[in-house]
């Protein structure tokens, strides 16, 4: 509904009376509450501080009532004390002998308190990780040693074994490798060969000429023929 001139006289005159904004919006009506307050504030109507804001300043001022504390009955004078006279000293205790390992203890003697276990840390691989206490100085590296040439075998006196091969000497293998006495030729080679001029003739066959060869055998049970 629309502020007509009649209906802001009568938001005036009911704004001035103290009539809550609730109220002012009965009397007009069709209007709320909250559109009395918007048009009292462009109206430039005076403020009106807060029904609960009263409430709450009047409810902290209040001063608290304190319950009367009922006097305390007086105390009897105590006694003076008298003064105890001194122990007497003890005599010291006998040394005891030494419990066998395994023995019950004595009816007198303080029960000993069993020690906790340690708890250690095991790794992945199966070791006990090391505490901060447990730790210890690293071991020092062990000094060098020095390598003494092997000295050589009886069998291998005066032969050339795989040590001493060059490119002067000839490489032919004599023996077998697993055996003591296994080493190689040890002659001067045959230029531009590995091996000296007996081997290099053992080493190197000539081809013999096409009409010359011979065909190999058949295969048994019946192979391919060869042609």
């Known amino acids: 509904m629309a502020w007509t001139d009649e209906r802001i006289d009568s938001l005036r005159g009911m704004w001035e009376k103290g009539l809550t904004a609730s109220q002012i ?18 109206l430039g109507l005076q403020s009106r501080p807060s029904p609960v804001k009263e ?12 319950k009367p504390v009922p006097p305390r009955e007086p105390r009897p004078a105590a006694a003076a004390p008298v003064a ?14 030494s419990a066998p390992i395994g023995a019950a203890p004595a009816a007198g003697d303080a029960p000993v308190a069993p020690r906790e276990p340690v708890l250690r840390s095991v790794g992945p691989g199966g070791f006990l990780r090391q505490g901060p206490g447990d730790q210890q100085p ?33 490489k032919w293998p004599i023996g077998h490798p697993g055996e003591p006495d296994f080493h190689f ?5 045959n230029p531009g060969f590995p091996y000296c001029v007996q081997h290099c003739g053992q080493a190197y066959q000539a081809q013999l000429p096409r009409r010359d060869r011979r065909p190999p055998p058949p295969l048994p049970f019946g192979g391919p023929r060869v042609r």
């Open 25 to 42: 919006a009965e009397e007009l009506g069709g209007v709320s509450r909250n559109a009395v307050i918007g048009k009292a504030h462009r």
């Open 55 to 66: 409430k709450e300043g009047k409810t902290a001022s209040a001063p608290a009532v304190r």
């Open 84 to 97: 105890a006279p001194p122990p007497a000293p003890r005599p010291a205790p006998a040394p005891a002998a």
């Open 138 to 170: 690293p071991i020092p590296p062990a000094p060098p040693r020095r390598l003494v040439p092997a000295k050589p075998s009886a069998e291998m006196a005066g032969k050339t074994s795989l040590l001493d091969l060059n490119e002067r000497i000839c």
């Open 185 to 189: 030729c040890g002659v001067q080679v």
